[in-house]
């Protein structure tokens, strides 16, 4: 992966720059040994790794406001980090960037039952939210893997889902209101406690950003009432392509689960192998189907989906009829990254997204492209909406086996693009799919949102070699097409 | 000017307008040209014949469609297949006085969403990606056509509620969802503001899935045709499956209003109540000019009784919309009072949505931004139309 040639002169200047920072934030809040930078140096993507030049850990807004706006005086780019657990390597460090991490915003600020919203700093954990509030009944809908230990304002900056989003949504859908830093210092605060706004939806733009237009410095989040029952189905299938078709016939049929996931036969057994859940080794795929509700709509549901993966031709079915049961469902699928990590020395997490209905398609690409490659291949789904989670396994003592393993995965990706979909569903782009976007945008496609990127930070400061795999100096992006061998409106002043 | 049949049409004619200096004012069958400012346009360009269902796959929840459709023609495509648009996007014809509901590319360009604003969302949560020509004359996607997509910068959530300020969309991909089974409504009464908005927020932190609320205030409840002597009727919308929605309407019946007076409004007269509730029917009749509130749902006793003391006004809550809708004196004075009110209380957004006088001359139609998010959306703005051929000025001066 090839990242920005680091700025010599930058890094020449690591002392003052060190210095400087200390006169902005209390001492103990910039780290600049090496061994205090190393626990910085990688995130969730740990194949990749980088000594930041410097690490920052303000504490407050105005602190956040003081660093951007100095190293955006000095030309200094910035790595925003939350808890450090992207998986497409969002915060990895630039040997020539400072690090701003956001750990010391741990703070709730505001917890309002009576507009539904609770107010936190950017480094509270996700799960954090939910124990706020659920004495009173209330939850946060989006549950990423990693909720434990994941961040809302990182939640923010990756637009971070969960195997609940297909009824619930992604972060994007239960976010009320941040609060920003830009790179010129400035904070601003978009949204609130209300619904809608009349601008240009900047909250919703920053999104998913990956950190590369601003700062989350506060969120505000909805917070929902906790559904009064829920129940899930453990469903086996002899045959993939059956099982995908059972996906669908639910969603045909006007239902639509809480959530819907789909495991398939390697998967199946090392999860099984790791937790005992009671999973059916023989089958070819496994569908867990969750329904919440009121008991009596649960109930009905139930037995209405049951029908339609009998009638689709399942090999197994199981009902929970205790949260026991239901959590034993679950711990199979929730630990099946690190059940896989047990059978393998290492492995890849891929994250693309299909139409649904292509699954069998997909199915039979990635066997094809296992024998090809010569790596086996497990894989989760959240089925309900398409997004894959192929985990492709090898062992990265192996010569060539990284290599061969990451072909793969862009190979999958490709065939995700191919067949109508997307690259990521909910990992983002970082710098682990930076140079397959290629495959799903065309250069004028890239060209527009990197514009957007020079409406919010000109000078390419914020989190730079993310995302995008060309940088264009935003005055070349902004120069019009000689259009009839002139300029138009030629007396016009440029933005 | 002729009407526009694809993209590359639109680059043309973005490209020569460049050339001419002229500025576009972006039109579909119109209906929602009244929303925003009105700043004079050099010419006009039709987008109403890019038209047509591309592709729509009920049981993967995605509908792509030409922006140009009428919103009509998307509903009666998905009611075929028992799904909907959940955001239920408001029909203002009645109160704009426009001839029909328009094309969903007008629906996006003002981000409409309805009673289910609360519990599905927006116009903006559901359009998954889109194809357009910017103001710079160049093509453009974003997003995809499938539900779950991180990659690359959001410019749907960007491009909802644009009013056409940044580019000419043409396919978009829009997520659907199953119709509920069954809906129906529960009256309750209330003796002010204050309690009728505890008593929605209550429903709200039950477990019994409330799907819309709306308080009516007794003149307004009357127009809906609800024949309750309380100040104040609250509305709550209970959807799903039968056994679901009776089950949890018990349990409502439960919790109160005075008296603990409850009545049942069945499913056509529901629906029909929701209808006039979301397309602001309600007030279409007042003399006034008609303004959108969105506030923090606690707020609004103190909001209204900031503004009601002062003026000759009408008022009810679309309130799973999250929204109050006013009627009140033309001019400047009752839009200053309310975000006054609003900037008091909590924060939120109030928009001149029907100018029944020359209020727009005295009054932005949208609420001035902060210094700071001026200058960054006049920057977003330049990111795709730099020299200003798009709507420029319908949302706010200089965008």
Redesign the interface.
């Known amino acids: 992966m090839q990242m920005p040639e680091p700025d010599q002169q930058i890094m020449a200047r690591r002392d003052a720059i060190c210095a400087a920072l200390r006169q902005l934030v209390p001492a103990a809040s910039v780290v600049s040994s090496a061994e205090g930078r190393r626990a910085y140096d990688a995130d969730g993507l740990s194949a990749y790794r980088q000594l930041p030049l410097a690490v920052v850990l303000p504490e407050t807004v105005e602190q956040i406001a003081a660093v951007m706006k100095y190293c955006h005086a000095e030309g200094i780019k910035v790595v925003p980090r939350g808890a450090g657990t992207s998986l497409s390597g969002g915060a990895l460090p630039l040997a020539d960037a400072v690090l701003l991490g956001l750990g010391k915003f741990n703070r709730i600020l505001d917890i309002d039952y009576a507009n539904r919203c609770v107010v936190a700093q950017p480094g509270v954990t996700n799960l954090a939210i939910t124990h706020a509030v659920q004495d009173q009944g209330f939850y946060y809908a989006p549950d990423p893997s990693s909720q434990i230990a994941c961040s809302v304002g990182g939640n923010v900056a990756e637009n971070s889902g969960g195997v609940h989003c297909l009824k619930y949504g992604l972060t994007t859908n239960n976010l009320l209101g941040i609060e920003l830093v830009t790179i010129e210092g400035e904070i601003l605060r978009l949204g609130g406690k209300h619904l809608d706004a009349g601008d240009y939806d900047l909250m919703g733009v920053m999104t998913g950003s990956e950190g590369l237009l601003g700062i989350v410095s506060e969120v505000t989040l909805r917070i929902l009432q906790k559904p009064a029952t829920q129940r899930a189905l453990l469903v086996g299938f002899d045959d993939t392509a059956a099982a995908a078709t059972a996906v669908g016939d639910v969603i045909g049929a006007g239902i639509i689960p809480a959530g819907m996931e789909m495991m398939d036969g390697l998967a199946i057994n090392a999860a099984e192998d790791f937790v005992h859940a009671g999973y059916p080794r023989d089958a070819a795929a496994l569908i867990i189907v969750e329904l919440d509700g009121p008991a009596v709509e649960v109930d009905a549901l139930i037995e209405r989906v049951a029908k339609i993966m009998d009638r689709a031709g399942a090999s197994s079915l199981k009902v929970s009829t205790s949260e026991d049961e239901r959590n034993l469902f679950w711990a199979g699928r929730k630990s099946a990254f690190p059940a896989v990590g047990r059978i393998s020395p290492d492995y890849l997490c891929m994250d693309g997204t299909i139409p649904r209905r292509r699954l069998p398609d997909m199915m039979v690409l990635m066997a094809t492209l296992s024998q090809k490659y010569g790596l086996r291949v497990a894989n989760v789904f959240h089925a309900g909406d398409g997004n894959l989670h192929p985990l492709i396994l090898f062992d990265a003592n192996q010569p060539g086996e990284l290599a061969r393993a990451e072909d793969f995965g862009a190979d999958i990706l490709r065939g995700c693009v191919e067949m109508g979909g997307v690259l990521t569903g909910e990992h983002g782009v970082g710098v682990e799919k930076r140079d397959l976007m290629t495959i799903q945008f065309t250069e004028d496609d890239m060209k527009q949102q990197q514009r957007l990127k020079c409406a919010f930070d000109a000078n390419h400061l914020l989190n730079p070699g993310k995302v995008f795999p060309h940088l264009h100096r935003c005055a070349e992006l902004g120069r019009l097409h000689v259009h009839k061998g002139k300029m138009p409106f030629p007396d016009l002043p440029r933005f | 000017m002729p009407k526009i049949n694809n993209l590359d049409e639109v680059a043309a004619a973005v ?1 020569d307008a ?2 001419q ?1 002229h500025r576009l004012e972006l039109r579909g069958l119109g209906t929602k040209t009244g929303i925003g400012n009105q700043p004079v346009y050099d010419a006009c360009l039709d987008v109403s014949a890019m038209q047509g269902i591309v592709d729509y ?6 509908l792509t469609v030409r922006a140009g459709t009428t919103l009509s023609a998307v509903e009666a495509a998905l009611d075929k297949a ?1 799904q909907m648009l959940a955001f239920e996007p408001a029909d203002l014809s009645a109160l704009l006085k426009s001839k029909s509901t328009g094309t969903i590319g007008g629906v996006l360009a003002t ?1 409409l ?1 309805g009673p289910r ?2 519990t599905a ?2 116009a ?2 559901f359009l998954l990606g889109f194809d357009a020509v ?1 103001g ?7 997003g ?12 749907s ?2 491009i ?3 009013y056409g300020t ?1 580019a000419v969309i043409d396919e978009v991909t829009i997520k659907t ?3 509920p ?1 069954t809906s129906l409504s529960l009256l309750f009464e209330s003796d002010d503001m204050a309690s009728a908005v505890a008593l929605i ?1 209550g429903i ?6 409330p799907g819309a609320a709306a308080i009516l205030p007794q003149p307004v409840a009357a127009a809906a045709g609800i024949d309750l002597a309380a100040d104040f009727v609250v509305v709550i919308r209970l959807e ?2 039968a ?2 929605v009776d ?2 309407a018990g349990h409502l019946r439960g919790m109160g209003g005075i008296g603990g007076t409850v009545e049942t409004v069945p499913q056509a007269l529901s629906e029909t109540l929701w209808r006039r509730i979301r397309d602001v029917d309600l007030l279409a009749d007042h003399a006034g000019d008609i303004w959108k509130l ?5 707020s609004a006793p103190q909001i209204i009784a900031a503004i009601e003391p002062h003026f000759d006004m009408a008022f009810y809550a679309d309130w799973a ?3 109050l809708w006013l009627a009140g004196p033309s001019g400047a004075d009752f839009g200053n009072a309310l975000r006054a009110a609003l900037t008091l209380h ?4 109030a ?1 001149l949505m029907c100018d029944r006088g020359n209020s727009k001359q005295l009054i932005p139609a ?2 001035p ?2 210094p ?2 001026a200058s ?9 139309d ?2 200003g051929v798009l709507n420029f000025g319908r ?2 001066d200089g ?1």
């Open positions: 490209l460049q050339q200096k796959q009920p049981e993967e929840l995605v028992n981000n969403s604003r609360l969302g927006a903006r949560d910017s710079r004359g160049e093509r453009f996607k974003s995809g056509r499938v539900m779950k997509n991180v990659t690359g910068y959001d410019l959530k960007l909802c509620g644009s940044l969802l199953p119709r089974e927020a709200f932190a039950s477990p019994h899935e799903g499956i056994l679901s089950d949890r969105s506030c923090p749902p606690a919309g999250g929204l909590g924060g939120g957004h928009q949208l609420q931004l902060p700071a998010q960054l959306s006049r920057r977003v703005k330049a990111a795709f730099p020299l949302m706010h965008i």
